[in-house]
């Protein structure tokens, strides 16, 4: 028998709707493993035919950015729309750009 | 309607927003029949009959299962048991419908002007003693171990009756019963992990799965027995003996059993009388008591 926990584990939640390219995240629940934590990703993120394929992540294994880290991660890209492609004619034949 | 499943690129443009939120591509589980005629050789009143002990199952176990919404161990598994209860409900209300055109005369009287249809009817204007499900599906859960082993059973023998009754002879049957093999093994994949989880899981849980077992193991024996009416239909080619799957249920039930490092429980005799001959525990009439007072309190009631 292993040690027994008061509360099961936090998931985050990704589905790919029929039409969707990416996997999108849609938010989390609690499981006991990564088996009950794709069903029950199942039962309460896909009850309106939202999704054809779903992965499960232990929240803590997930590294995320800090709010104070903000401004030297992502205000440097601020001004710099050259970074943009939209100085470029898009030929007709390419659709998903 | 193109299936995009395997092509993600395809309708990104033109899409609409609400894709993502309520997802498209429902499915009428009876759209693609054309003749739906009852089949020859047999008798409409039991196939109608039939179809009512299908349906008693899915109703009764289905709002069995509501009872857990709030009261399930997580908010998860209240989302779970919900959703099968929905399911089955569905399946409810297709069997009572294709009663209805087979048999109108089975159809139960409603109040003088009430508007529900005859799904409704079937649902809120009989008695427990008109009901034709088994006692299995009407029995209290003492607790959530109750819950999932009850669920084991009913779910693994419908799957196994409902897999046949796709290649049946009246055409609306085998229609539900393809939309149901789907949700049952999900049913069954559900309840079968959760039996397993709580045999392996503290030895509290062990304890209570196996109490569980002992409280509903009775029942299981009536769900292989045949009444004399599912012989009719069976023989007619419109429907499935449970005789002759409950080996196949018995198989099912031993890989659960194995995995959860349990013991084969001994088979019972039939309980008798039986819930199929319209015999039921005060369960049933508890029950119907709540699902029927809001439908018999306001007859002209729409909803």
């Avoid at chain 1, 232990?58 to 492609?85: C, M, N, Q």
């Avoid at chain 2, 739906?36 to 009512?52: C, H, I, N, Q, S």
């Avoid at chain 2, 019963?177 to 039996?195: I, M, P, Q, T």
């Avoid at chain 2, 319209?278 to 009439?285: V, Y």
Wanted: aromatic share 8%; charged share 30%; with cysteine.
């Amino acid at each position: 028998m292993t040690d027994v926990k008061a509360e099961w584990p936090l998931y985050e939640v990704f589905v790919r709707g029929k039409r969707g390219l990416n996997h999108v995240h849609v938010g989390s629940l609690h499981a006991a493993d990564d088996a009950m934590a794709l069903r029950h990703a199942r039962d309460v993120y896909t009850r309106r035919n939202e999704g054809v394929s779903i992965w499960v992540v232990r929240s803590d294994a997930i590294t995320a950015s800090s709010p104070d880290e903000k401004d030297p991660l992502f205000a440097p890209s601020g001004d710099k729309v050259y970074r943009h492609p939209t100085f470029y004619e898009i030929p007709d034949d390419v659709p998903h750009m | 309607m193109t299936d995009t499943t395997d092509n993600p690129y395809e309708g990104l443009y033109g899409g609409d927003a609400s894709h993502w939120a309520f997802g498209t591509g429902f499915e009428d589980p009876l759209a693609t029949l054309g003749d739906t005629r009852v089949p020859e050789g047999v008798d409409p009143r039991d196939l109608a009959a039939y179809a009512v002990m299908l349906a008693d199952d899915a109703l009764v176990l289905s709002h069995r299962l509501s009872e857990w919404c709030s009261n399930a161990p997580d908010l998860e598994e209240d989302v779970a048991l919900a959703n099968v209860a929905l399911d089955l409900l569905g399946q409810a209300r297709l069997l009572y419908a294709r009663a209805a055109t087979i048999d109108p005369e089975s159809v139960p009287g409603v109040p003088d002007g009430s508007p529900v249809p005859a799904e409704d009817a079937y649902a809120f204007f009989r008695d427990a003693g008109e009901f034709r499900n088994v006692g299995l599906v009407e029995r209290c859960d003492e607790d959530f171990a109750d819950a999932v082993v009850r669920l084991l059973l009913v779910a693994s023998w419908r799957l196994a009756v409902m897999e046949r009754l796709r290649a049946g002879s009246d055409p609306v049957l085998a229609a539900v019963a393809a939309k149901a093999v789907k949700e049952l093994a999900y049913h069954r994949d559900y309840a079968g992990r959760w039996v397993v989880t709580l045999a392996r899981g503290t030895e509290e849980s062990r304890r209570r799965v196996q109490a569980a077992r002992e409280r509903v193991w009775r029942w299981r024996a009536e769900l292989g027995a045949t009444h004399p009416v599912e012989e009719r239909v069976a023989q007619a080619g419109a429907g499935v003996d449970p005789a002759a799957v409950d080996d196949e249920v018995d198989a099912v039930l031993r890989q659960v059993w194995d995995a959860g490092d349990l013991d084969v429980p001994p088979r019972e005799a039939v309980p008798a009388p039986r819930g199929r001959d319209g015999h039921h525990t005060d369960a049933l009439t508890d029950l119907l008591e709540e699902m029927q007072s809001v439908a018999r309190a306001h007859p002209l009631g729409r909803w």
